[in-house]
T-cell receptor, first 116, second 113 residues
Framework: AQKVTQAQTEISVVEKEDVTLDCVYETRDTTYYLFWYKQPPSGELVFLIRRNSFDEQNEISGRYSWNFQKSTSSFNFTITASQVVDSAVYFCALTKRSGNTGKLIFGQGTTLQVKP | GAGVSQSPRYKVTKRGQDVALRCDPISGHVSLYWYRQALGQGPEFLTYFNYEAQQDKSGLPNDRFSAERPEGSISTLTIQRTEQRDSAMYRC???????????FGPGTRLTVT
C-alpha cells in the first residue's frame, strides 16, 4: 500500500525565516513520482513540482528547493526567506509510475503561516 | 490557455436528491481524475479516466457514485440519493497522461441538507 505522511500539522514562522516542510512516503513500487501542491487561502490547488523516483538530484526554483532522499523515503520542501504570500496549506503526494492508474495519494497537509 | 473548469461551483441539495457535477479538462489532456476533499484533509481519489475509458474507480465510496466521460473530454460525476456525509469539495484534475502533473479545477462545494 502507498502512504504519505506529513507529520507537521502547522508551522508558524516570521517573514524572512527559512522553513522546511517534511514529507515521508511508503511504497512497494520501485518506480514512482512525488509531487508538492500548494493550497492558498483562496482554495485552489496549485502544482509546484514533480519528481521521478529515478532522479535524486535536488531541485531549486527561486526561493523553493526540494530534497529527495530515497534512502530515507523523504521528499522535503524548503522555502528560503519566507514571505507572507507563502502562507498556505502544502500537500505532498505520491503516484505509481506504471499501471493503469494515475491516482495521487496525498498527505494530510502542512499549514504554513508566515507572519509579517 | 484555459485551465480546468468545474460547474457548478456551489451546490446545495436536499438529502435524497441526485446531483451531477461537471468537469471540463484542459484541452489535449487525455487523463482526467475526480477527487473529494474534506475540510482539513488532503484530496482523496475517487476515479480516473484515460480518454473515455474509466480505468480505475476503486475510490468511489459506494454504488451511489458514478462517473462518465463519453467523448473523452467533459466528465460528469453523479451522486444518487445524496446523503449528508456526501457533503465535501469535489475536485476534478486533468493531465497529459498517467504520471504527469495533474492540474486541478476550482472544485464544486457540495452541501447536502
Amino acid at each position: 500500500a502507498q502512504k504519505v505522511t506529513q507529520a507537521q500539522t502547522e508551522i508558524s514562522v516570521v517573514e524572512k525565516e527559512d522553513v522546511t516542510l517534511d514529507c515521508v512516503y511508503e511504497t512497494r513500487d520501485t518506480t514512482y513520482y512525488l509531487f508538492w501542491y500548494k493550497q492558498p487561502p483562496s482554495g485552489e490547488l496549485v502544482f509546484l513540482i514533480r519528481r521521478n523516483s529515478f532522479d535524486e538530484q535536488n531541485e531549486i526554483s527561486g526561493r523553493y528547493s526540494w530534497n529527495f532522499q530515497k534512502s530515507t523515503s523523504s521528499f522535503n520542501f524548503t522555502i528560503t526567506a519566507s514571505q507572507v504570500v507563502d502562507s498556505a496549506v502544502y500537500f505532498c503526494a505520491l503516484t505509481k509510475r506504471s499501471g493503469n492508474t494515475g491516482k495521487l495519494i496525498f498527505g494530510q497537509g502542512t499549514t504554513l503561516q508566515v507572519k509579517p | 490557455g484555459a485551465g480546468v473548469s468545474q460547474s457548478p461551483r456551489y451546490k446545495v441539495t436536499k438529502r435524497g436528491q441526485d446531483v451531477a457535477l461537471r468537469c471540463d479538462p484542459i484541452s489535449g489532456h487525455v487523463s482526467l481524475y475526480w477527487y473529494r476533499q474534506a475540510l482539513g484533509q488532503g484530496p482523496e481519489f475517487l476515479t480516473y479516466f484515460n480518454y473515455e475509458a474509466q480505468q480505475d474507480k476503486s475510490g468511489l465510496p459506494n454504488d451511489r457514485f458514478s462517473a462518465e466521460r463519453p467523448e473523452g473530454s467533459i466528465s460528469t460525476l453523479t451522486i444518487q440519493r445524496t446523503e449528508q456525509r456526501d457533503s465535501a469539495m469535489y475536485r476534478c484534475a486533468s493531465s497529459l497522461g498517467t504520471g504527469f502533473e495533474q492540474y486541478f479545477g476550482p472544485g464544486t462545494r457540495l452541501t447536502v441538507t
